[in-house]
């Protein structure tokens, strides 16, 4: 679990925090009182370039007495102009007590698609899953090393822990598609085949695929 020293604060006076090197936020949850703190600037930076939306964080709060309580990382504001963070909330869940919340999906692995000429297609990049906070995962990784042209990895594919995916069984998360350019070649094909059955056997196809079609 990754952790982070932060400081007790008076609300408001902002501003005067930002210019100290600090960024004001905020401690909340069901069985807490609203705690405002103070996060040195570099401390949180380095943070996140370690976490995820989904990791769990052990917050050490420094006022009277130091107390250490686990957290998520709940709501970042950023300055628009600078891309500096301005603002942090964060959020201690209730002890075992389920939660929801999105979790970044990784993805590993060279695919086998790809190498073909196919292109990896990511249709979720966060899953949203439910379950205790203590089997939030930082990452869900999947694996498309075996992934060929044409084929796709459904939530069903996927090992979520202990975790609960709130997405249907069967909706898809990454696909390898064809290119359009490969997509126009194999039709030139499909319809070369069709001009060839002119003279013989074709006609034959055609009424065998007429047959197939009105047997389903």
């Known amino acids: 679990m990754h ?35 103070a996060i040195g600037k570099k401390d949180l930076k380095v943070l996140f370039s370690q976490i995820t939306r989904s990791s769990q964080i052990g917050l050490a709060i420094e ?19 600078t891309d500096e963070p301005l603002h942090v909330d964060f959020y201690q869940p209730d002890e075992g007590s389920p939660l929801k919340l999105h979790v970044p999906i990784k993805i590993v692995g060279e695919c086998e698609g790809i190498k073909s000429g196919g292109i990896l297609n990511v249709l979720f990049n966060t899953v949203r899953v439910h379950g205790l906070a203590e089997n939030v995962p930082a990452l869900i990784t999947i694996d498309v090393s075996d992934l060929d042209m044409g084929e796709s990895i459904q939530v069903r594919d996927v090992d979520f822990g202990d975790m609960e995916p709130m997405l249907p069984s069967e909706r898809t998360l990454v696909t390898v598609i064809a290119p359009r ?10 319809e070369g085949e069709g001009i ?3 003279e013989g056997e074709g006609i034959e196809g055609e009424e065998g695929a007429e047959e197939t079609a009105s047997e389903e």
């Open 3 to 37: 952790t982070l020293q932060v400081k007790e604060r008076s609300a408001g006076k902002v501003r005067e925090l930002r210019r100290a090197g600090f960024v004001p936020g905020v401690v909340y949850g069901p069985s807490i009182e609203s705690t405002p703190i």
């Open 63 to 81: 006022g009277e007495e130091t107390r250490e309580i686990n957290v998520f990382l709940k709501v970042v504001d950023y300055d628009p102009i």
């Open 181 to 190: 350019g490969l997509l126009a070649e194999d039709e030139e094909e499909e």
């Open 196 to 198: 060839e059955g002119e």
